[in-house]
């Protein structure tokens, strides 16, 4: 099994209501499911966010917490609700209406890997399934929903961002002929997990880094700003998609040339995204 859940990283001082998360960036492949899987090594990594964890540790420098995943995606996908199993690979498993995701192989516990591959060659047992989500899931989101409550606690609200990658192809179908492709997708659920104002400050931060940016299309977010996302509550949830390419070699999944200026130009945006979740000076002198 992968050693840990997750790890939290603390900043020396919070300052900020800003969370960062990466839930799949866990690259700790137990030795039990690499023998079982049909996949080699880069085949099982290919639904990985590899190095999202990297790109964004400035994180708890500017104020503000970071938790990443432990176990990987192929293994668990935090991105999901425990609810989703999939019938066609957990034995026991029910159908409980139609899920785009489970069907497409893509529930909790994943059937298949980027490109629709399959990572097993049979099924698995419903305890093994509850295992995994006990064991990773459960932990993980403990851990993320404390550090949201602390920060409506702290600062009177709480905005998570939920860091991910995206393939190059991933733009293909909504860039426009001759158009500059997005670079970063912010998923929000179309308003409904995020204030207009803090997904616009956001967007700007990337913007200003000479970054081109969408909107929900095609990401527009999943289980986790779903789950998390209250605006009416002050609790913002936005998804960020990263293109691949800017910063890895996607085929043999490494750091391309390009990583540490691209880490490099992530810092300033991490610092702005930082400062959203900031009191404004008159908030402090209510206070």
């Known amino acids: ?19 960062f998360a990466s839930p799949h960036s866990g690259r700790d492949y137990p030795w039990s499911f690499v023998r079982r899987t049909n996949l080699n090594e880069l085949s099982v990594r290919s639904s990985e966010d590899a190095f999202v964890d990297d790109l964004f540790e400035a994180a708890p420098r500017n104020g503000a917490p970071f938790i990443k995943a432990g176990a990987p995606r192929a293994f668990v996908d935090l991105n999901r609700s425990t609810e989703e199993l999939d019938p066609a690979l957990i034995e026991g498993a029910r159908r409980t209406g139609h899920n785009p995701r489970v069907a497409s192989g893509l529930g909790v516990i994943p059937r298949v890997v980027a490109n629709g591959k399959a990572i097993y060659s049979g099924k698995i047992t419903m305890d093994e399934a509850q295992r995994r989500i006990d064991a990773y899931w459960r932990p993980y989101h403990a851990a993320l929903k404390t550090q949201l409550d602390q920060a409506v606690g702290m600062f009177g609200q709480a905005i998570l961002i939920d860091c991910h990658s995206m393939p190059h192809e991933a733009m293909d179908a909504v860039a426009r002929s001759g158009a500059r492709r997005p670079e970063v997708v912010l998923g929000d659920r179309f308003g409904a997990a995020a204030s207009d104002e803090v997904v616009d400050r956001i967007e700007a931060a990337f913007s200003a880094a000479g970054l081109k940016v969408a909107r929900n299309a095609p990401f527009a977010g999943a289980y986790i700003t779903q789950h998390y996302g209250r605006p009416q509550e002050n609790r913002h949830a936005v998804q960020v998609e990263i293109d691949r390419a800017l910063y890895m ?3 043999l999944i490494r750091p391309n040339g390009n990583f540490a200026a691209f880490k490099a130009l992530l810092e300033g945006v991490i610092a702005q995204i930082a400062e959203v979740g900031r009191p404004k000076p008159q908030q402090l002198a209510a206070e």
């Open 1 to 19: 099994m992968p050693k840990a859940a997750f790890t939290l990283t603390h900043p020396e001082r919070r300052t900020t209501s800003v969370v």
């Open 249 to 251: 070699n996607e085929r």
